[in-house]
DNA sequence: GTCTATACTCTGATAGAC
DNA sequence: GTCTATCAGAGTATAGAC
């Protein structure tokens, strides 16, 4: 997608990508419509198609954006600071991803869950880049005996699993939880305590 | 949905669901085609709606199904057994079920993902009671100190989101451990390690 | 019970006036 | 840059023959 150049088209993409985000996280890129989009974006259906070529490029401006908020915390964690309050680290600030930006936690999720058609080779590279990177620095600390003796991936995959859940199966959890719960803060207080469990050695 | 009489109807009514379940559990309700569902059930379109009278239908009879398959292995969890035992059993049949029945898992991921359109009543009524009931059972046992005491609902919701993690991102898992893995049976030793630890007093 | 043909609606995308 | 009007194709569902 190229920049746009003047204030009001930066304006309007914004306008459409808040949109598309709102109905393609709501309802998968199958079930958004260009209608309602525009419906949300204020804007009409021939005037979203001026500043994007098709759905499929809304859709694909919004994935490109996202990988990387999804990744940085990952990418922050540092092999020279110390282990459990890196680890805590990551942990606390997917849980803040996962309350701040629940609608991308479930675009990626729609995504993912129908076998990334848009998003194979992000996947495939710099996910899986990152995650062989970081787990190389995991196994150095279990080895020294800092944390203890995990499978580095799966480790991962917990961290990624326990935190977005709060976002992806929000409507389940408050549900579950009733209408006097704080999810996000309850979330946050209980994966901290789990981690550090997990991790002692 | 009415139950089907003959051996003819019946056959076909489950051709046509597991049918439908591939379709929808891969491309969601939206994105998901009588076409396409009437190609791999090996009907014709007219055909599929003979037996069931829309789409949507066929949707919902697949989700009704699904709801006591998916909450029969909370219900095993016996107040009587033994409290690690119990609770690691579930942990093994819920990574189970992900292996066995990965299309049912990323179609009821799918609904909840939305908002649980056509489930809301189920996720507030039968599955919010079953998990306020077990609540009960782990609290009682915490206070008798046989497990670690920890928020039930949320050590509920850790079991879900781990076990279901290995089927709803499956492709993600895969792409990151690469070919040589067996995701499930991995998932299958580090849960049971994990919730051991985390469950210890 | 199953098929062919088709009605009708929705949706993504374009044309062209302003 | 934005709108009205509209097209073409896909998609759900129905009619009616066999």
Redesign the pocket.
Known sequence: MSRP??R??QK?SEAILEAALEVFSAYGFRG????QIAEVAG?????L??YF????AMHQALLTRLLDTWLDPLREMDAEGEPVAEILGYVRRKVELSRDFPRESRLFANEILQGAPRMREAIEGDLKRLVDEKSVILTRWMEEGRIARLPPAHLIFSIWALTQHYADFDMQVRAVLGPEHDPFAEAGDYLDMLFRKLLAV
């Open positions: 150049r003047t009001i088209q309007n958004a419509t260009l209608d804007l009409s259906k021939p005037n198609l001026y070529p098709s759905k499929e």
